[in-house]
């Protein structure tokens, strides 16, 4: 089956700094991945679509200059939280599309940590 | 604005016994529905799917139905092991158009499967 991988699994920054968060699809090519965020006990919520070759598009709400997105082959799609915030920890989850483009096969997902 | 709702927010089934997760959705262009199982800290683990141009697909102990004048699906799962205890999330999307490969998350719901 197809493996969507991310790194890192979990990471703690301090307010104000970036972090980045890669996705891989391991053995298949994606153009185009998804990033989730998740609050506890909450819903995945979709924050923006990453497009290889081409400018993401993001969800109504999702501050585009703050999570900044990069597909930059058929297999890395990264994710930017710059100037982070406490309010910014959560859980990132990517997907990318299986054949056929119906099912979405997920990372294992990063936790992020904003001290 | 819930489009895709999981009213329970957990079930508890003996093992051996039949399990049966429901969700409900608003949004009457969504054409394809999955059922996702994750487990803390970790990415959706797929686990089945249905278009709505049918009403019930079947793959081992997992059974989606879709009843679409009821926007509504479901998962039964039979019979239930302890393994299968974890968070489901029911998710919708549209096929085609600018809304390719989109998911739309219900809320969840924990399934908790004893010996």
């Known amino acids: 089956g197809a493996v969507v991988s991310q790194h890192p699994s979990w990471v703690i920054c301090k307010s104000g700094t970036s972090v980045k968060i890669e996705c891989r699809s391991l053995?298949?090519?994606?153009?185009?991945m998804f990033w989730y965020r998740q609050f506890p006990k909450q819903s995945l919520m979709l924050m923006a679509t990453?497009?290889?070759?081409?400018?993401?598009?993001?969800e109504q709400g999702v501050e585009k200059d703050k999570f900044l997105i990069n597909h930059a082959s058929l297999t890395l799609s990264t994710l930017t939280v710059t100037s982070a915030h406490p309010e910014d920890s959560s859980f990132y989850i990517c997907?990318?599309?299986?054949?056929?483009?119906?099912?979405?096969?997920f990372g294992p997902g990063t936790r992020l940590t904003v001290t | 604005d819930q489009q895709v709702k999981q009213n329970s927010p957990s079930l508890s089934v003996q093992e051996g016994r039949i399990s049966i997760l429901n969700c409900d959705y608003t949004?009457?262009?969504?054409?394809?529905f999955l059922w996702y199982k994750k487990y803390p800290a970790e990415g959706p683990t797929f686990l089945i799917s249905?278009?709505?141009?049918?009403d019930k697909n079947e793959d081992g102990r997992f059974t989606v139905f879709l009843n679409k004048s009821a926007k509504h699906l479901s998962l039964h799962i039979v019979p239930s092991q302890p393994g299968d205890s974890a968070v489901y999330f029911c998710?919708?999307?549209?096929?085609?158009?600018?809304?390719?490969?989109?998911?739309?998350f219900g809320q969840g719901t924990i399934l908790t499967v004893h010996p």
């Open positions: 053995d298949f090519q994606a153009t185009t």
């Open positions: 249905i278009s709505s141009i049918k």
């Open positions: 990453s497009n290889e070759g081409s400018k993401a598009t993001y």
């Open positions: 949004n009457s262009m969504f054409d394809y």
């Open positions: 998710a919708a999307s549209v096929t085609g158009g600018t809304s390719y490969g989109k998911l739309t």
């Open positions: 997907s990318a599309p299986g054949q056929g483009g119906r099912e979405q096969y």
